[in-house]
């Protein structure tokens, strides 16, 4: 894929090939005066990403989605990027829906009795309202971490959300990842030193057997549901 993606700044245009720091950089210009802003949950792509933004010396917006579930680790390493990259600001959007209220309006472990129900109110909802006041949503995704993931480009119109969508690591595997995390000193979750090769909620999270810290696989998350998203990216991506 050649597409190129023209730019209204003295920037040369970018395309499916260039590199994430070359798509960092176009979108602070590009978009200077538009509402845009970076969802991550902690992972080691946001992390990276995060780092790239911070770079550039401008601030950014970074919205996570802490569902109540997420890890004592997840948690730590949010607190470690707060201080890491005073540019940034850090904002959660997670639901005002409690476990307990979950709990009693849809029974005990939704999780385990409707996993995708439990993922459209402790994120998918929450982030529908986020999306309301943005017009450039920046994300982590890359091709290579499933199928339904293998056709994303790096600015595409998100019809979930009727948003703007850019991911700047979508042409990166997760060694590249771990390479820059290494070079820059990036923090990073130290699940993943533990098997953990992408970290969600403590209830739907699994380690996976051997995996090395660079690799990437999807295995760990809703084992054995047959579930592989949780509903924020859409199956067109």
Not at 122 to 134: D, G, I, T
Not at 182 to 202: A, D, F, K, S
Request: overall charge positive; aromatic content about 10%; charged content about 20%.
């Amino acid at each position: 894929m050649s597409t190129q993606i023209e730019t209204t700044t003295g920037r040369s245009p970018i395309s499916e090939q260039s590199e994430p720091r070359e798509i960092v950089a176009w979108t602070l210009e590009r978009f200077a005066n538009q509402r845009m802003m970076m969802t991550t949950s902690f992972g080691m792509e946001g992390c990276a990403l995060i780092d790239m933004y911070a770079r550039c010396g401008r601030p950014l917006t970074i919205i996570y989605v802490d569902t109540g579930f997420f890890f004592p680790e997840t948690y730590a390493l949010r607190d470690r990027m707060i201080e890491r990259y005073p540019g940034m600001t850090f904002v959660s959007a997670g639901t005002r829906l409690t476990p307990a209220q979950q709990a009693e309006q849809y029974g005990e472990a939704l999780w385990k009795s409707n996993p995708d129900l439990c993922c459209e109110l402790r994120k998918v909802r929450p982030m529908a309202e986020v999306m309301r006041n943005v017009d450039v949503w920046i994300t982590g995704l890359r091709r290579s971490q499933s199928p339904t993931r293998a056709n994303l480009r790096v600015v595409d119109w998100d019809w979930k959300f009727q948003v703007l969508k850019i991911s700047p690591l979508a042409n990166w595997d997760r060694r590249q990842v771990w390479d820059y995390i290494q070079t820059h000193g990036v923090p990073y979750n130290t699940l993943h030193e533990r098997g953990y090769p992408t970290i969600g909620c403590t209830h739907c999270t699994r380690p996976v057997p051997g995996s090395q810290i660079g690799d990437y696989t999807r295995a760990g998350r809703w084992a054995d549901t047959g579930k592989t998203e949780c509903g924020l990216h859409g199956a067109g991506i």
